[in-house]
T-cell receptor
Framework: AQKITQTQPGMFVQEKEAVTLDCTYD???????LFWYKQPSSGEMIFLIY??????QNATEGRYSLNFQKARKSANLVISASQLGDSAMYFC?????????????FGRGTSLIVHP | NAGVTQTPKFQVLKTGQSMTLQCAQD?????MYWYRQDPGMGLRLIYY???????DKGEVPNGYNVSRLNKREFSLRLESAAPSQTSVYFC????????????FGPGTRLTVL
């Protein structure tokens, strides 16, 4: 069975500083995809960034980067130059090949609060 | 494009009542999903539909049924609601042919008394 672990229930960061949100995963599949989503207080889920298991370079999307360490099975999200609007819940997710689809599994999330 | 839409946004039921949550997407996606989100539990997959005409159980299917009405629509039915089904329900869709991101609806907040 697939598992995503996010060990930080809550994180605090000062505006304009960088922050790392931890994510470890467990799967026996060699092929998988790792995702990060943001959920602001308004409730919608917003896709941020994706990393494939065979991608050799870490993914980046604007201020978001994914620190992918395959041997450690970790896929940490790095947010550079934090902004007040980054305050939200962040979920790490993994997709593995399954019956006719790519089955998603989510972690429990990390709450990030950005202080001015 | 509206993306993924869900109705209703809020619902209050009494124990034993039934209801259907509706979901539709206009992105021509093959795969659709239903999740529930409870405090501290993240999102848990209830059912998914890899393509039109197929449905499969996820992590927490008990007490729910689904129907993939056509490529656009995927409904979730609670036949006899229980207080344990009080949750926020999200519908999502994706292209389904690879490791594609999922697009989520705005959610339905359901309370079962």
């Amino acid at each position: 069975a697939q598992k995503i672990t996010q060990t930080q229930p809550g994180m605090f960061v000062q505006e304009k500083e960088a922050v790392t949100l931890d994510c470890t995963y467990d799967t026996s599949d060699q092929s998988y995809g790792l995702f990060w989503y943001k959920q602001p207080s308004s409730g919608e889920m917003i896709f941020l960034i994706y990393q494939g298991s065979y991608d050799e370079q870490n993914a980046t999307e604007g201020r978001y980067s994914l620190n992918f360490q395959k041997a450690r099975k970790s896929a940490n999200l790095v947010i550079s130059a934090s902004q007040l609007g980054d305050s939200a819940m962040y979920f790490c997710a993994m997709r593995v090949p399954g019956v006719g689809s790519y089955i998603p599994t989510f972690g429990r999330g990390t709450s990030l609060i950005v202080h001015p | 494009n509206a993306g993924v839409t869900q109705t209703p946004k809020f619902q209050v039921l009494k124990t034993g009542q039934s209801m259907t949550l509706q979901c539709a997407q206009d992105m021509n996606h093959n795969s659709m999903y239903w999740y529930r989100q409870d405090p501290g539990m993240g999102l848990r997959l209830i059912y998914y539909s890899a393509s039109e005409g197929t449905t499969d159980k996820g992590e927490v299917p008990n007490g729910y049924n689904v129907s993939r009405l056509n490529k656009r629509e995927f409904s979730l039915r609670l036949e006899s609601a229980a207080p344990s089904q009080t949750s926020v329900y999200f519908c999502a869709s994706s292209e389904g042919t690879g490791f594609n991101e999922q697009f989520f609806g705005p959610g339905t907040r359901l309370t079962v008394l």
